[in-house]
């Protein structure tokens, strides 16, 4: 049987504004336990923004957090998105040729539903693997 997005996507999505601080995206992310967040205006996906880009593009180049606004270090469309009823196949071929540990999931009109990590297809596709364990993993912060 075929293992579809839907069924091993995380619902719970944690999205802000464009012009939301980074320092408030970062925050959240701490207070949610997530890698991402998602760049939104309603249901209009403007980009997506993760833990790597606010040190890489935002950090590193020593942009202020405070006065730096998500949208303009998050990644922008054209994003590489999945549908509920992908396969985790197709996720996985997805991230492999995009180079990307998150991929948002969107339904018909592009509505943010929810967000598959390389952790939830390991812990589907490879139950007792490594990064399965460490993805189930407690939080330490």
């Not at 390991?122 to 139950?127: C, G, L």
Request: proline share 6%.
């Amino acid at each position: 049987m075929t293992t579809r997005v839907r069924d091993v996507m995380s619902a719970h999505i944690t999205s802000v504004e464009p012009m939301t601080s980074v320092t408030r995206a970062a925050w959240l992310m701490r207070e949610q336990n997530v890698g991402d967040v998602l760049v939104a205006y309603d249901c209009d996906l403007f980009g997506v923004l993760t833990d790597r880009d606010i040190v890489l593009r935002g950090v590193a180049e020593g942009h202020d957090p405070e006065a730096t606004t998500v949208g303009s270090l998050c990644t922008r469309p054209p994003l590489v998105t999945l549908d509920p009823d992908d396969t985790t196949g197709h996720a996985v071929e997805l991230m492999r040729k995009h180079a990307v540990r998150r991929l948002p999931v969107v339904e018909h009109g592009g509505c943010p539903v929810g967000v598959v990590s390389l952790g939830d297809l390991a812990a589907e596709e490879d139950p007792h693997s490594a990064l399965a364990d460490i993805s189930r993993a407690t939080p330490t912060h």
